[in-house]
């Protein structure tokens, strides 16, 4: 068991599989070291940076995050798969984009699914999302690697024969670029502007449809999940969404009540280099602007602050934040490996939450609130709702500015 020396090959597999069992999977580290597994999911060889997600509940929204774009998930939960998947709890919200996750690392194997609203077996919708996994591997020793050393690049393998051409999977690990400097909401984001007014799910009804507007909202797609959609809905708002790459002319050409700034994967500097010279304009125009994640982090750097790469990153539905305008803490979703740098908030940017685990921004408001934003997901998908307020607040803001 273990695996994390570099450039040894351990086993990594756990003390109940049978011996004789052949191990089909792989999983190889750019320093060398390489665990073994059993696949599940696609077959085939994919690279990514190695984080973990510390959630109990929520694995499908988790594997159809457009913000973990060019990542490989390990999950330390070790039952992965109980309550199979369906067609409802997906949160890509651009559908002809390709999973954005690059693979998923089990502990224990996928057992059949014990849930009413199951439609199909774990294993069947990795194969239909092309998402490559591993199964049977020590989760806890690759956690305290990451915890210890960093994210890591790496190489998820499976190949049913179990055959594997480790120098190669290695070159091929070392050779990915990382995420730092990386641009990937265009691969993520809408191609053509839409209309939404899906709005929550609720026992026995399902998803249901917003009657009567009363405000219109333009959410610029970086990764939107889906489910923040729907709440911004619930909330009265008629949504467009609209490309990553769209104009602030654009944008205020809806004459837009309230901007949405949404979540998305890669580094926001990259991201920046043509997006922050639009939300710049946008800030100026004296509306309402809201972001989450990427889209926090944009607004951060927009406003003049910096950013920077996380030692480990925050995923997760347990992460508590304080919120210094309500003096509560609230227990959130988080999901980003970048974050804004708290030191760096230049004169009228408020910091409004902080994360408790390890002190890092987790908000800033500015301009009396009219601007503001956060770095965890107040969705609650997966997760609590702890946060479902900052949809209200934003609708509190765009009542102000119509006054």
Same mark, same amino acid.
């Given at each position: 068991?273990?695996? !994390?020396?570099?450039?040894?090959?351990?086993?990594g597999?756990?003390a109940?599989?049978?011996?004789?069992?052949?191990?089909?999977?792989?999983?190889?580290?750019?320093?060398? %070291?390489?665990?073994?597994?059993y696949?599940?999911?696609? *077959?085939?060889?994919? #690279?990514?940076e190695v984080?973990?997600?510390? /959630?109990?509940t929520?694995?499908?929204? !988790?594997?159809?995050?457009?913000?973990?774009?060019?990542?490989?998930?390990?999950?330390?939960f070790?039952?992965?798969?109980?309550?199979?998947?369906n067609?409802?709890?997906?949160? *890509?919200?651009?559908?002809? #984009?390709?999973?954005?996750?690059?693979?998923?690392?089990?502990?224990?194997?996928?057992t059949?699914?014990?849930?009413?609203?199951?439609?199909?077996?774990?294993?069947?919708?990795?194969?239909t999302?092309?998402?490559?996994?591993?199964?049977?591997?020590?989760?806890?020793?690759?956690?305290?690697?990451?915890?210890?050393?960093?994210?890591?690049?790496?190489?998820?393998?499976?190949a049913?024969?179990?055959?594997?051409?480790?120098?190669?999977?290695?070159?091929?690990?070392? /050779?990915?670029?990382?995420?730092?400097?990386?641009?990937?909401a265009?691969?993520?984001?809408t191609?053509?502007?839409y209309?939404?007014?899906? %709005?929550?799910?609720?026992?026995?009804?399902?998803?249901?449809?917003?009657?009567?507007?009363?405000y219109?909202?333009?959410?610029?797609?970086?990764?939107?999940?889906?489910?923040?959609?729907?709440?911004?809905?619930?909330?009265?708002?008629?949504?467009?969404?609209m490309?990553? %790459?769209? *104009? #602030?002319?654009? !944008?205020?050409?809806?004459?837009?009540?309230g901007?949405?700034?949404?979540?998305?994967?890669?580094d926001?500097? #990259?991201?920046?280099?043509?997006?922050?010279?639009?939300?710049k304009?946008?800030?100026?125009?004296?509306? =309402?602007?809201?972001g989450?994640?990427?889209?926090?982090?944009l607004l951060?750097?927009?406003?003049?602050? *910096?950013?920077?790469k996380?030692?480990?990153?925050?995923?997760?539905?347990?992460?508590?934040?304080k919120?210094? %305008?309500t003096?509560k803490?609230?227990?959130?979703?988080?999901?980003?490996?970048? /974050?804004?740098? /708290?030191?760096?908030?230049?004169?009228?940017?408020?910091?409004?939450?902080?994360?408790?685990?390890?002190?890092?921004n987790a908000?800033?408001?500015a301009?009396?609130?009219?601007i503001?934003s956060v770095?965890h997901?107040?969705?609650?998908? =997966?997760?609590p709702?702890?946060?479902?307020y900052?949809f209200?607040?934003?609708?509190?803001r765009?009542?102000?500015a119509?006054g």
């Amino acid at each position: 068991m273990g695996g !994390v020396g570099s450039g040894s090959t351990p086993s990594g597999t756990l003390a109940w599989e049978a011996e004789d069992k052949p191990t089909t999977a792989r999983l190889v580290l750019a320093d060398g %070291t390489v665990f073994e597994g059993y696949g599940v999911g696609a *077959t085939g060889a994919a #690279a990514g940076e190695v984080c973990f997600n510390t /959630a109990i509940t929520g694995y499908q929204e !988790v594997l159809t995050d457009p913000s973990y774009a060019g990542q490989i998930i390990t999950f330390t939960f070790p039952h992965i798969g109980n309550v199979g998947t369906n067609d409802e709890d997906i949160e *890509t919200s651009n559908l002809e #984009a390709k999973a954005g996750v690059m693979g998923c690392i089990l502990k224990a194997d996928i057992t059949d699914p014990s849930n009413y609203r199951s439609s199909q077996h774990l294993d069947a919708w990795l194969k239909t999302q092309g998402i490559i996994g591993i199964s049977g591997l020590d989760t806890r020793a690759l956690t305290n690697l990451i915890r210890e050393n960093g994210m890591p690049n790496g190489v998820i393998a499976y190949a049913e024969d179990g055959k594997f051409d480790i120098d190669a999977l290695t070159a091929q690990a070392k /050779a990915f670029p990382g995420l730092e400097g990386m641009e990937l909401a265009k691969d993520v984001t809408t191609a053509e502007p839409y209309q939404w007014d899906e %709005t929550s799910w609720s026992w026995g009804d399902g998803y249901g449809r917003l009657a009567k507007a009363k405000y219109k909202v333009v959410a610029l797609d970086f990764g939107a999940k889906r489910n923040i959609l729907r709440l911004l809905a619930d909330q009265g708002c008629a949504v467009t969404v609209m490309p990553s %790459t769209s *104009t #602030a002319e654009d !944008v205020l050409a809806q004459n837009p009540d309230g901007i949405f700034l949404a979540n998305g994967p890669g580094d926001p500097a #990259a991201t920046g280099e043509y997006a922050l010279p639009e939300i710049k304009k946008l800030v100026e125009s004296g509306k =309402p602007i809201f972001g989450i994640c990427l889209g926090h982090q944009l607004l951060g750097r927009a406003l003049g602050a *910096t950013t920077k790469k996380m030692h480990q990153g925050h995923h997760g539905a347990n992460h508590p934040v304080k919120d210094f %305008t309500t003096s509560k803490v609230e227990i959130t979703s988080m999901n980003h490996g970048f /974050a804004v740098e /708290a030191g760096s908030l230049p004169d009228g940017v408020t910091e409004t939450h902080r994360s408790l685990f390890d002190s890092s921004n987790a908000g800033l408001e500015a301009d009396g609130g009219r601007i503001f934003s956060v770095q965890h997901h107040p969705e609650a998908s =997966p997760g609590p709702q702890d946060s479902h307020y900052l949809f209200a607040r934003f609708v509190e803001r765009m009542a102000e500015a119509k006054g």
